[in-house]
């Protein structure tokens, strides 16, 4: 597979070259099952249970009888902390203890990983430059860097990370700047354009082989 090289100071995105890459990450057949699963199991294992509710013995209420048992005409009540009534405690309530991670095997995330790249790739949204970083941790020169480089939005893969590209990333909320070794499939899928360096696409090479 053949990956457009681009030149760091912009210009043509195709005017720099090509990059060659393994076939068996860049160049096979998607999965979309899996790559859906990926997904879903990648946003399951980042969500916390932060949701806490009561049940009919924790809510604050009063233990006597709303009415008498017989003749008001209206149903029978024992007390207000019922669930069928308004203020009463839950059925199943959240105990704030709840365990949504879904387990994904490793050969099925470098597999699913896999797909998605070489879906971008076929999809002309993946482009290779030689190395990116910024002199100083400024968000504007960041921000004027993806500019010139033609891009609006956009996911940018380094072979690692440092505090200039840190700093400068942080508030910009159209470009995400990561490490090879933190590519992850909701990223990957969310940006219409991913731009790896050439270290990068070797780093991604040997990770998901």
């Known amino acids: 597979m053949e990956l ?7 210009g043509d995105k195709g005017s720099a070259g090509t990059v060659s890459a393994k076939d068996e990450i860049f160049a096979r057949d998607f999965n979309e099952t899996l ?7 990648y946003e399951a294992n980042a969500r916390l249970s932060t949701s806490k509710q009561k049940d009919r013995g924790e809510v604050r209420h009063s ?17 207000t902390s019922s669930p069928l009534w308004r203020g009463g405690g839950k ?22 990983m896999a797909s998605i790249l070489s879906q971008l790739a076929r999809e002309d949204r993946i482009r290779v430059v030689d190395e ?10 960041l ?3 993806v500019k010139s480089m033609g891009f609006d939005e ?10 200039n590209l840190t700093l400068s990333s942080r508030n910009l909320h159209n470009v995400q700047v990561i490490a090879a070794q933190h590519a992850n499939p909701v990223a990957l899928v969310r940006y219409p ?3 790896l360096t050439k270290k990068a696409v070797a780093k991604l090479e040997e990770m998901f082989k």
């Open 4 to 10: 457009k090289l681009i030149s760091e100071k912009g």
């Open 35 to 41: 790559v859906h699963q990926l997904v879903v199991a």
């Open 63 to 79: 233990t006597k009888k709303p009415w008498r048992q017989k003749g008001t005409g209206r149903a029978r009540a024992g007390m």
């Open 91 to 112: 059925i199943f309530p959240n105990t704030g203890e709840e365990n949504y991670s879904q387990k994904v095997n490793r050969k099925m995330y470098r597999a699913g």
């Open 132 to 141: 990116f970083k910024v002199e100083h941790p400024k968000t504007k020169l």
């Open 143 to 145: 921000a004027q860097k």
């Open 154 to 163: 956009v996911l940018v893969i380094t072979d690692e990370m440092d505090s």
């Open 193 to 195: 354009t991913v731009l």
